[in-house]
Structures are given as C-alpha cells and as structure tokens.
C-alpha cells in the first residue's frame, strides 16, 4: 500500500486530472491520498526490522533545508504549513522505495508519467484535445502547451518533456532486447515531436546536453572525447536549424524582462544574508507604463532572492549529494545499473533546466532527493540479509559492487569534500548569473 500511495503521489504531480477532468475540478487530490501513504509507511514500518531505519545524508539535507526555510521565514507558521506537504511526500517515496524492484518500477512509472505529458500535448495536435490544449497553444501563437497548471508553458512543458528521452533510452534500450527498442522507437519519437513543437529554446539545449551527457556515461576517454567534439561542432549546427534559435535575444521581451527580474533579484540577494523568506520575493517591472509581476524563471535565482546565500548552498547541497552518490555508486547487475544511470540523468535534466525555468519548491525536487536516497540506502545495506527482509532477493547483494576510489567515497557520509563542492557551486552560480546579467 506505501509504494501505491508513493506511486499516486507522482501520477497526481505530474498528470494532475483535477485540471482537466470536469468532475475533478478545484479537487484536492494529494491530500488524501498523503494521509493514506502517511498511514501506510507508518504500518508497513512496524513490520519492518531496523536495517531500513537507517538515516541517509539526504534525509539530514532535507531535514537542514526545511529547518533554514522555517526558522528564516518572516510568518514561521505558513512557511511550516508549506514545507510540510513537500516534506511527507519526500518522506513517503524514499520509505516505500525499500528494495531495488520497486525502485526500478517507479523510475518506469516515471519515465511513463512523462511520456503521458508528451503524448497529452502531441495528441492535441491531432484533434484529440483532452486538457484543453489547443486554447494554451494558440495562447502562445502555436509553441505547444497544454492545460495543467505546471504544463500551461511551452518552456515547462519542453523541460519536463526533454527528460524522457535519456530515460527511455536507459530503461527501455541500452541493453535491451530487440522487441523492447523497437517498443521504445515511437515513444522517443513522441517525446522528441513534443519538444520540437513547444519550441523552447532552453529545452533545446537542455536536450543536446542531456543526451551527450548520456553519451558519456560508462564509455572510455576515446570515446568521450568524440562526443565532447560533436557537442561543440555538430550539435552546436544541428540546434542553429531549431524553431527560435537564431532569434536575438537582446531583442527577445520576453528574455529582457526576465533579466530585469534577476537584476531585481540579484540585488535582493545581496541585501539579505538569508534572503527575502521563502516565496516572498517578488519581481515587478515597468511595462508600457504599468508595473507587470515577473517571474524569475530559474531555480537558482528565485532560492537566492527568496533564502540568500545559506539557503542556495543548502538547495545545491542537495542537488549535488543526489547526482554524487549516484555517479560513484558502483554495481554489478545490469538493473542497478540501468537505476543508477536513469536517477544521474533525471537529477541533470532538474539541474541544467534550472537555469531556464523555476521549479525550485515543486514535488519534483524532493522526488529526485527521495528515489536517489532510497538507491543510496539501498547500497549501505546491500547484503543477503536485507535481500530476506524486504522479500527481494534478485541481485541486491550484487549492489556491493567494485572497491573502486568512487565507492569507497561514496560510502563516506556528507562531509567537507561535499561541503567545499558545495560552497563551489553556489559560488559558480553567483558568477555565472552576473555573467549572464552583464552579456544581455
């Protein structure tokens, strides 16, 4: 009942047919069925032993970063009342994701959740307009969106979108039988039709790098030299024949404004030590003579406007942890490693479309923060033993992998290395966002 009420909980933030259903309209979907996953974890832990009680470092970061975000917020109270549904929902997933089965169903359901996004906005293309997006479409003078509240933009739609092609190709190809790549075919196509359509620039780029990042993964020097060689030339070609890329985008008002908002925000920033407190910044700009809200459109710019400094170390902090355990995880079974490569790609989809959208608070962020802990989890007590406890005994014992540099890292806990990183990032991002502030 856990993993089914973690599952629902994915299926809702990513479909939400309270937006489109009529029947459904104005429901509240996620609530209730928290309460049953709540009720659900708490009795599936009784009958569990202590092997999965363990604390992993991203329940303490979690727990570090919604400490930060309460006790720096101008009303203690709604900031609480607001990082506790993301915090149940972090929670339930990285507790029900008890063995690698199940994590290797949610990582698929995943991969379908985002294929039924592409495939809602694809059809509306086609006359089979289930959410409304024929409206949204021509609202954005035929860049593709559809009617949900997360997806009603062409350029959250792309973002979302753009993972699944990674995903597909790790889940549903490398390694694969020939049935299941041909299965996998029309699904990239679908996915890659939909992105072509929303007409996103940031996507566009986000793609090229997700897929050479995917390219990379597990592949000898020589080979990744190659790749790193097509990114710069022909990938650079390829993305010039894309709708918009060859737009000014000093010229662009939609791109203008959104500097004026990270100029706004960058001088919030710097301000406050700790920020405005969580969701309260706020970017107006003078438009035709009134002034016009706008939103930031990065992650990074809104958690350093809203949470300063601390606050955006804490959220990279995060992030970092998520991909770093993965990407030195060593194992020998081909699913685990089909999981690890699957959660890198996601976590670097969230990361490089974080510059171009803002998703900073959404159950996104803590779904990647719970499916990479539970994996971790996984790992510090991959022995036969756990095999017999969580009722899996297929290949979890083989998660001990090679005793390579990164394993031996990985199984250290958060601790200065991962500090000073870290402390790199958010000062790589400070800069690279006066860079961007000074070039346009």
Not at 22 to 40: D, E, F, H, K
Not at 152 to 163: E, K, Q, R
Not at 271 to 276: F, K, N, P, Q, V
């Amino acid at each position: 009942m856990d993993f089914f009420a973690a599952s629902a909980i994915l299926i809702i933030y990513y479909i939400r047919p309270q937006d489109w259903i009529p029947g459904l309209a104005g429901a509240n979907l996620i609530q209730p069925v928290a309460m049953i996953a709540i009720m659900a974890v708490i009795l599936q832990r009784r009958s569990r032993s202590g092997v999965f009680r363990r604390r992993v470092p991203h329940d303490w970061l979690i727990l570090c970063y919604g400490c930060y975000i309460v006790f720096t917020a101008p009303d203690f109270s709604d900031a609480l009342l607001g990082f506790l549904p993301l915090a149940v929902f972090y929670w339930v997933t990285i507790e029900s994701l008890d063995n690698q089965r199940r994590i290797g169903i949610y990582l698929r359901l995943w991969l379908g959740m985002l294929l039924c996004v592409a495939g809602l906005g694809v059809m509306s293309l086609f006359g089979f307009d289930l959410t409304g997006a024929a409206e949204m479409t021509e609202r954005f003078k035929g860049r593709l969106a559809i009617g949900t509240w997360i997806h009603g933009n062409p350029n959250s739609l792309a973002h979302t979108v753009i993972v699944a092609i990674p995903s597909c190709y790790f889940l549903m190809v490398w390694r694969q039988g020939l049935v299941k790549r041909l299965q996998a075919l029309p699904l990239l196509l679908m996915a890659s039709y939909c992105v072509y359509c929303a007409q996103s620039r940031g996507a566009f780029v986000a793609g090229i790098i997700l897929v050479g990042f995917s390219l990379l993964i597990g592949r000898s020097m020589l080979l990744r030299g190659f790749v790193i060689i097509f990114l710069v030339t022909g990938a650079t070609a390829m993305l010039s024949t894309l709708p918009r890329m060859n737009e000014d985008l000093r010229s662009d008002e939609g791109v203008q404004g959104r500097v004026m908002a990270w100029e706004i925000a960058r001088t919030a920033s710097r301000r406050e030590t700790t920020g405005e407190g969580w969701k309260e910044f706020e970017a107006f700009i003078s438009y035709e003579g009134e002034a016009v809200r706008k939103a930031t459109h990065s992650c990074y710019v809104r958690v350093a406007a809203d949470l300063g400094y601390p606050g955006l170390f804490l959220y990279l902090a995060i992030l970092w942890f998520c991909f770093r355990s993965m990407a030195f995880l060593a194992v020998k079974n081909q699913e685990a490693e089909r999981i690890r490569r699957t959660i890198m790609v996601i976590t670097a989809g969230y990361i490089i479309s974080g510059w171009m959208i803002d998703r900073s608070y959404y159950v996104e962020y803590f779904l990647i923060a719970a499916v990479s802990g539970a994996m971790h989890r996984l790992r510090q007590n991959g022995t036969l033993i756990a095999n017999l406890e969580t009722g899996y005994g297929d290949g979890l014992d083989d998660l001990g992998g090679k005793r390579a540099f990164g394993d031996r890292l990985f199984r250290r806990g958060f601790g200065l290395a991962d500090a000073f990183v870290s402390l790199a990032l958010t000062y790589a991002t400070l800069l690279l966002w006066d860079y961007i502030l000074v070039t346009l």
